[in-house]
């Protein structure tokens, strides 16, 4: 039977969108690579070990969902910067230090930030896209409803034209 919390997480994966989905990615890779580093301060070789590597995985499958055929240059940067995260979480975990983990911790950090604002301004367009839709279907709707009303008062004008 599963946890609550691994339930709660469960739902929360399952009903997010793909950008909240990425966002969850990296504040799970953050969060491993901290833990990571603390591990390596406190000479827990193992528990430093299993951090790293999940965050190494989280930063894989982050590399793994670009999509060239999309955006090839801007992919193609991403993703150099990615092999470089990952590569300083690699050279932490050989050689123990919590500098590398540091200077994956910064670019990440700066992604995340990056990643928010992004999702701030789809988040933005979608409510003004949306707000045009509902203008545009109101404006057709209050046409409908004044063509309406002038087939009625023509229907009335003619057929009082025939009473008389």
Same mark, same amino acid.
């Given at each position: !039977?599963?946890?609550?919390?691994?339930?709660?997480?469960?739902?929360? $994966?399952?009903? /997010?969108?793909?950008? !909240?989905?990425? &966002?969850?990615?990296?504040d799970g =890779?953050?969060?491993?690579? *901290?833990?990571?580093?603390?591990?390596?301060? =406190?000479?827990?070789?193992?528990?430093s070990?299993?951090?790293?590597?999940?965050?190494?995985?989280?930063?894989?499958? &982050?590399? %793994?969902?670009?999509?060239?055929? $999309? =955006?090839?240059?801007?992919?193609?940067k991403l993703a150099?910067l990615?092999?470089?995260?990952?590569r300083?979480?690699?050279?932490?975990?050989?050689?123990?230090? =919590?500098?590398?983990?540091?200077? %994956?911790?910064?670019? !990440?950090?700066?992604?995340?930030?990056?990643?928010?604002?992004? !999702?701030?301004?789809?988040?933005?367009?979608? #409510? #003004?896209? #949306?707000? *045009?839709?509902? $203008? /545009?279907?109101?404006?057709?709707?209050?046409?409908?409803?004044?063509?309406?009303?002038?087939?009625?008062?023509?229907?009335?004008?003619?057929?009082? /034209?025939?009473?008389?």
């Amino acid at each position: !039977m599963a946890l609550p919390n691994q339930e709660y997480l469960r739902t929360k $994966v399952l009903t /997010a969108s793909p950008e !909240m989905l990425t &966002l969850m990615l990296w504040d799970g =890779a953050i969060r491993f690579a *901290e833990q990571g580093r603390e591990a390596i301060h =406190a000479k827990n070789i193992e528990g430093s070990y299993k951090a790293l590597v999940r965050s190494q995985r989280i930063i894989i499958e &982050l590399s %793994a969902g670009l999509r060239h055929t $999309v =955006a090839p240059e801007l992919c193609g940067k991403l993703a150099a910067l990615y092999n470089f995260i990952h590569r300083r979480l690699v050279d932490a975990n050989l050689t123990k230090d =919590a500098q590398c983990v540091e200077d %994956a911790l910064q670019i !990440m950090r700066h992604q995340r930030e990056t990643w928010v604002l992004l !999702m701030d301004k789809l988040t933005k367009e979608r #409510a #003004a896209n #949306a707000r *045009e839709t509902i $203008v /545009a279907n109101v404006d057709a709707v209050s046409s409908a409803d004044a063509a309406d009303a002038a087939d009625v008062a023509a229907r009335q004008v003619a057929s009082a /034209a025939h009473a008389h």
